[in-house]
């Protein structure tokens, strides 16, 4: 410690020889130990007690409660060098219990606190951005359950996420609403998409459920295409085109089947996306044509060029990339999660 203005008092230690009481009515023999005999030694300065301000060597400083010659109580410390200043509980020296952190840059933190750093319950607002984020820490960082708000506005209609967090990152079980609209409700491994989750396409009608892996489509899983009444537990997906079956990164692969809104039906293989390989296609007439599918295609007619099975709905696969200025075939929007705009560094 550099120095220290404030509170003290005086330490009484057992000696043979006393010093000068600080009560000038009051002397040594007088406060001679009836266990011991010995008189008490003062030492004239004391240690710290009381309120107090103390300057360390490095810059950083304590404006606060000290008790016997440690800071204890509550108090600001300031971390000179970092911009950082601490207002809160602290215990034995360290900062511990509940306080609050605003950096140099705006940010604030209040909350929880154990040797230091955010642990326990707390909210975390960013200055650059609005974000605000209120739930677990651990060692400083997100963890357990909490809501992450993107923009600060507090609205189940406003971009959010809700959930299991593990090291800063969406983890476990977990709602996040986009910007867009669209939501998605399911499991998270380390900020991606991976288990079996639902994801909402608001803005294009669309619906998937399943199996997820590294934010795509992966596993099994149904992707429908809604219509006005539809609701997912209701038989109006008879009347919607839908595909269940086994997809691989993000595209129908594997097999599959096709519901067609009109009542045809595809069973059988799919490669990236397409038709291809063998297959059973069933018309809304009942007729049926089995065989060979190549690029999601028919085999060539007897007398004439093949032709393209029914056209189907083109798969809108957004909101499932990191990168919010990535595309897609066809163009698909890709929605940001909002990470950039609450990035924790401190």
Same mark, same amino acid.
């Given at each position: 410690?550099?120095?220290?203005?404030?509170?003290?008092?005086?330490?009484?230690?057992?000696?043979?020889?006393?010093?000068?009481?600080?009560?000038?009515?009051?002397?040594?023999?007088?406060?001679?130990?009836?266990?011991?005999?010995?008189?008490?030694?003062?030492?004239?300065?004391?240690?710290?007690?009381?309120?107090?301000?103390?300057?360390?060597?490095?810059?950083?400083?304590? !404006?606060?409660?000290?008790?016997?010659?440690?800071?204890?109580?509550?108090?600001?410390?300031?971390?000179?060098?970092?911009?950082?200043?601490?207002?809160?509980?602290?215990?034995?020296?360290?900062?511990?219990?509940?306080?609050?952190?605003?950096?140099?840059?705006?940010?604030?933190?209040?909350?929880?606190?154990?040797?230091?750093?955010?642990?326990?319950?707390?909210?975390?607002?960013?200055?650059?951005?609005?974000?605000?984020?209120?739930?677990?820490?651990?060692?400083?960082?997100?963890?357990?359950?909490?809501?992450?708000?993107?923009?600060?506005?507090?609205?189940?209609?406003?971009?959010?996420?809700?959930?299991?967090?593990?090291?800063?990152?969406?983890?476990?079980?977990?709602?996040?609403?986009?910007?867009?609209?669209?939501?998605? !409700?399911?499991?998270?491994?380390?900020?991606?998409?991976?288990?079996?989750?639902?994801?909402?396409?608001?803005?294009?009608?669309?619906?998937?459920?399943?199996?997820?892996?590294?934010?795509?489509?992966?596993?099994?899983?149904?992707? %429908?295409?809604?219509?006005?009444?539809?609701?997912?537990? @209701?038989?109006?997906?008879?009347?919607?085109? $839908?595909?269940?079956?086994?997809? $691989?990164?993000?595209? $129908?692969?594997?097999?599959?089947?096709?519901?067609?809104?009109?009542?045809?039906?595809?069973?059988?293989?799919?490669?990236?996306?397409?038709?291809?390989?063998?297959?059973?296609?069933?018309?809304?007439?009942?007729?049926?044509?089995?065989?060979?599918?190549?690029? @999601?295609?028919?085999? /060539?007619? !007897?007398?004439?060029?093949? !032709?393209?099975?029914?056209?189907? %709905?083109?798969?809108?696969?957004?909101? %499932?990339?990191?990168?919010?200025?990535?595309?897609?075939?066809?163009?698909?929007?890709?929605?940001? /999660?909002?990470?950039?705009?609450?990035? %924790?560094?401190?």
């Amino acid at each position: 410690m550099l120095s220290y203005e404030g509170d003290r008092k005086a330490v009484v230690t057992e000696s043979e020889e006393g010093d000068e009481a600080p009560d000038k009515d009051r002397t040594p023999d007088d406060d001679m130990s009836e266990s011991t005999g010995k008189k008490p030694k003062y030492k004239p300065l004391g240690v710290m007690h009381g309120n107090g301000l103390a300057r360390f060597v490095g810059g950083n400083t304590y !404006e606060g409660s000290f008790s016997n010659g440690m800071m204890h109580g509550s108090g600001r410390y300031t971390f000179t060098s970092s911009n950082i200043v601490y207002k809160g509980d602290v215990a034995y020296n360290v900062l511990t219990g509940e306080g609050s952190f605003k950096w140099g840059n705006g940010d604030v933190y209040v909350g929880a606190v154990l040797n230091g750093v955010r642990h326990g319950f707390g909210t975390f607002t960013s200055n650059a951005t609005g974000a605000v984020y209120e739930g677990g820490w651990l060692n400083g960082v997100r963890e357990g359950k909490g809501t992450l708000w993107f923009t600060g506005e507090k609205s189940a209609t406003e971009p959010h996420y809700s959930g299991g967090w593990k090291k800063n990152q969406r983890h476990g079980v977990g709602k996040i609403r986009y910007a867009s609209g669209n939501i998605y !409700e399911g499991e998270w491994e380390l900020n991606q998409k991976n288990g079996e989750g639902v994801m909402v396409w608001e803005d294009s009608n669309e619906v998937y459920a399943g199996q997820w892996k590294n934010d795509k489509q992966h596993g099994e899983g149904t992707h %429908i295409w809604k219509e006005e009444d539809f609701n997912m537990g @209701d038989t109006t997906k008879q009347r919607c085109n $839908r595909y269940e079956g086994e997809w $691989r990164e993000g595209v $129908r692969h594997g097999t599959g089947t096709f519901f067609y809104a009109n009542g045809s039906q595809y069973y059988g293989q799919w490669k990236n996306n397409v038709k291809d390989g063998f297959g059973c296609l069933t018309f809304s007439s009942g007729a049926v044509w089995e065989g060979i599918f190549k690029n @999601d295609r028919m085999p /060539a007619k !007897e007398g004439r060029e093949s !032709e393209a099975v029914e056209a189907q %709905i083109k798969l809108n696969i957004s909101d %499932i990339m990191k990168d919010g200025n990535s595309t897609m075939g066809g163009g698909a929007r890709i929605d940001a /999660a909002g990470e950039d705009a609450f990035a %924790i560094s401190h």
